[in-house]
C-alpha cells in the first residue's frame, strides 16, 4: 500500500481514485498546451508529466525513486546508477523510429519513480514521435498481453516492441480519445498485475 496525500487505506480505492484523477489530469496536459512546452525526449519532461499527472497523489510524484524496485524477475536499474543511467538516456539520439523506441526502452528499464512509470512514459514516448515523425501511437490496436511481453523481453530484444508500435502509428495527433487510450487504466492496470512488483 502506497502512501498517499489523499489518505486512502485500501488498494482497490486507491487505485480507483488513482485512474480518475490521473485520467482528468492527462486530459489537462493535452489540452493546455502544457507538453508542447517540454523539452521532448528529455527526463526532465517525462519528470514534469509524471509531477503534473500524480501530484496531487503521491508525494513522489516527478520525484527520482531511492528504493530498487522488480516486476517478477525482471530488476530495474538499481538505485546507485539510476542517475546515471537517466543521464545517458538524456543522451541517446532520437531521430529515427528506432531511435525513439530504444529510447524509450531504456527509459522503462530505468523506470524513474515508484509508481506511475508506465502512463508517463506512454505520454513522454508519443511527444517524441509527434515532434521526429508527425505521427503517434494508437495504443487501441496494440494487444496489452503482447505489448508487457515484448516490454519485458526489450532489453534483450528490442525488434518485438519495435514491431507491436509500428504497427500501431497513425497519423492523428491531435485526436483526444485516441491519446487517453495510452492512460486507460484498464489497459495497463491488469497487465500490470500480471507482475507482482516488489521492494527489493
Not at 517478477?72 to 531511435?99: K, W
Amino acid at each position: 500500500m502506497l502512501e498517499n496525500r489523499l489518505n486512502i487505506t485500501s488498494s482497490p480505492e486507491l487505485a480507483k481514485a488513482e485512474e480518475k484523477i490521473s485520467k482528468k489530469k492527462a486530459i489537462e496536459l493535452f489540452e493546455t498546451g502544457f507538453l508542447d512546452a517540454l523539452p521532448v525526449g528529455r527526463f526532465e519532461a517525462l519528470q514534469a508529466i509524471h509531477q503534473y499527472l500524480f501530484g496531487d497523489i503521491y508525494d513522489f510524484a516527478g520525484k527520482v525513486r531511492t528504493e530498487n524496485i522488480a516486476k517478477g524477475s525482471f530488476r530495474f536499474a538499481p538505485v546507485m546508477y539510476l542517475h546515471a543511467a537517466l543521464q545517458n538516456i538524456d543522451a541517446m539520439s532520437q531521430s529515427t523510429f528506432d531511435e525513439i523506441i530504444e529510447k524509450y526502452v531504456e527509459m522503462n528499464i530505468a523506470h524513474p519513480f515508484r509508481e506511475g512509470n508506465g502512463r508517463s512514459t506512454r505520454i513522454w514516448l508519443d511527444c517524441m514521435l509527434k515532434q521526429q515523425l508527425g505521427m503517434v501511437v494508437d495504443w487501441s490496436l496494440v494487444d496489452k498481453e503482447d505489448y508487457l511481453l515484448a516490454m519485458e523481453r526489450s532489453p534483450v530484444r528490442d525488434i518485438e516492441i519495435k514491431h507491436i508500435l509500428k504497427a500501431a502509428l497513425t497519423d492523428k495527433i491531435h485526436d483526444r480519445e485516441l491519446y487517453m487510450k495510452g492512460i486507460d487504466h484498464s489497459y495497463y492496470y491488469e497487465g500490470y498485475q500480471a507482475f507482482l512488483t516488489e521492494q527489493l
